[in-house]
């Protein structure tokens, strides 16, 4: 359900879903719907990023994707919006998955920065602009050069905001200043990529997340939201403070392996991580289960 409001196109909160499989490692479309019912109603996200990063998306066939896609559109399209990643260093398949997802339903496309290969600034001009001319659905850049070995240009983001279903950016470059003169030179809607630049990159003129550890903490992220959004930043900043040994420790190892970890830790299993991720250890369980309690979640579960 894709917002009208194009300052804030896919709402305000969103979480990059992990993509549950069975014991056996197949996917899980059950469990999907329960878990996207759960983060739409219990933790309160406006949307939904599927087949990101933390959805383990390297490791899905495009049928799965499509699958899993349609799923979530069903249990929760009504209410909530529903973006697909569909971004890889390969124009042509990007553009095929972007078709694909259009099909299933998605409200819009999360599109990634060409991993590996390392294109230059005019090939990922050239690649988003591909992506965006083939599909009638709104596209989020998503610029994570830690991850993809390269990084968006400002001038480049800039001249991408003149097209037309560029919309929004999931911004985790970590690097606010940058972010800022984007946003005073276009219309873009910015999204903090990184938990933890939530309320730095509200500062200058964000309008939310594309969350991780939002999985457990979005009722509390969304506080957040709404207190900066009234004008009490003494209430935003105390609310983020309280999350903040989540945000940032969800990321002690790649974050998909802590989600699933939490979940299960949660009662809300969704299956193992398919290789090369593997499970969480002990001592990162007890990290976890510590982080959540001093971010005042779990409650009876955890103590």
Not at 154 to 171: M, Y
Not at 276 to 284: F, I, K, L, Q, Y
């Amino acid at each position: 359900m894709l917002s009208q409001d194009r300052t804030r196109p896919f709402g305000r909160l969103l979480t990059a879903m992990v993509t549950p499989f069975t014991v056996a490692g197949e996917l899980d479309l059950q469990v999907a719907r329960e878990l996207a019912r759960y983060l739409v109603d219990e933790q309160h996200n406006d949307g939904l990023v599927i087949n990101g990063t933390t959805g383990e998306a390297p490791t899905t066939s495009d049928g799965e994707k499509a699958e899993l896609l349609a799923a979530v559109v069903d249990a929760v399209g009504d209410r909530a919006s529903v973006v697909a990643g569909v971004g890889t260093f390969d124009t042509v398949h990007s553009i095929q998955l972007a078709e694909q997802a259009a099909k299933a339903g998605a409200d819009g496309l999360l599109v990634v920065t060409p991993y590996y290969s390392r294109p230059p600034q005019a090939g990922m001009l050239q690649h988003f602009r591909a992506v965006a001319d083939a599909s009638a659905l709104p596209v989020m850049l998503y610029d994570i050069p830690g991850r993809s070995g390269v990084q968006l240009a400002s001038d480049t983001i800039i001249e991408l905001a003149r097209h037309e279903q560029v919309v929004a950016v999931k911004d985790a470059r970590g690097e606010p200043t940058a972010s800022a003169r984007v946003l005073a030179e276009t219309e873009l809607a910015y999204y903090a990529g990184d938990d933890a630049m939530l309320l730095p990159l509200l500062a200058v003129g964000g309008v939310g997340v594309v969350g991780t550890s939002t999985h457990f903490s979005g009722a509390v992220t969304k506080q957040v939201l709404d207190a900066h959004e009234r004008g009490d930043r003494a209430e935003a900043l105390r609310l983020y403070r309280q999350v903040l040994p989540i945000y940032t420790g969800i990321f002690r190892t790649q974050g998909v392996i802590l989600v699933k970890a939490g979940l299960a830790l949660l009662g809300r299993p969704a299956g193992p991580v398919r290789l090369p991720m593997v499970e969480a250890t002990e001592h990162e369980l007890s990290h976890l289960r510590q982080d959540l309690i001093d971010a005042g979640l779990g409650g009876d579960r955890l103590s």
